[in-house]
């Protein structure tokens, strides 16, 4: 059974840092780009991040390019996404997603973990 | 704003059929690239209902299904049931972002 869980949400001032992970379980983790999607309050669905299988080709959101690093550790099944300088508008419930290898769509989704910037 | 259109919400009552838009351009779906459809019930994870336009993961009742045509894409539900009440949400890829994109979410509700 494919597992994703993410971890590492919590309440920050905008400016700070923050590091979210995504535990994954049941499948040949670096066999499999992963993405991270994120939910702001009232708002849609929004792509953030994603990482290759290997690691080394990542694609980011213009509104997060050069704040945000995607990174994954493919000994521990775990990815990562570094949020630095955040704002508020980074306000959101992060996802972590399983990207199927055939076509560019998220098969596997975590529950989330919520983000807040605020002062 | 987001790169695909939806219409904000849609309802029907159960059993009827409704359907749901996503419009895109020539970057994305008119670029040929996929569409692909969740279901998002509060609290809950998005689910992946329908793949590659037209294709069902397995689980996922034969009452959904997905077509797409040009720079647009649609998502039917027929035979509606309670449980059919959430937030659908299109999502393809934009050549010019080199990302994923989404739809902004269709809301809807069964009378």
């Known amino acids: 059974e494919v597992r994703l869980l993410e971890s590492g949400g919590n309440l920050v001032q905008p400016g700070e840092s923050l590091r979210l992970s995504c535990a994954a379980a049941?499948?040949?983790?670096?066999?499999?780009?992963l993405t991270w999607v994120r939910q702001a309050p009232g708002k849609g669905l929004e792509w953030v991040s994603s990482?290759?299988?290997?690691?080394?080709?990542?694609y980011s959101a213009d509104s997060v390019k050069g704040r945000f690093t995607i990174s994954r550790d493919n000994s521990k099944n775990t990815l990562f996404l570094q949020m630095n300088s955040l704002r508020a508008e980074d306000t959101a419930i992060y996802y972590c997603?399983?990207?199927?290898?055939?076509?560019?769509?998220?098969?596997?989704w975590g529950q989330g973990t919520l983000v807040t910037v605020s002062s | 704003q987001s790169v695909l259109t939806q219409p904000p919400s849609v309802s029907g009552a159960p059993g009827q059929r409704v359907t749901i838009s996503c419009t895109g351009s020539s970057s994305n779906i008119g670029a040929n690239y996929d569409v692909h459809w969740y279901q998002h019930l509060p609290g809950a994870a998005p689910k992946l209902l329908i793949y590659g336009n037209n294709n069902r993961p397995s689980g996922v009742p034969d009452r959904f299904s997905g077509s797409k045509s040009g720079t647009s894409a649609s998502l039917a539900i027929t035979g509606l049931q309670a449980e059919d009440e959430a937030v659908y949400y299109c999502?393809?890829?934009?050549?010019?972002?080199?990302?994923?994109?989404f739809g902004g979410g269709t809301k809807l509700t069964v009378l």
């Open positions: 049941g499948f040949s983790f670096s066999s499999f780009a």
């Open positions: 997603a399983r990207e199927d290898g055939s076509g560019y769509y998220f098969d596997y």
């Open positions: 999502q393809s890829y934009d050549i010019s972002l080199s990302g994923s994109v």
């Open positions: 990482i290759s299988g290997s690691g080394f080709d990542t």
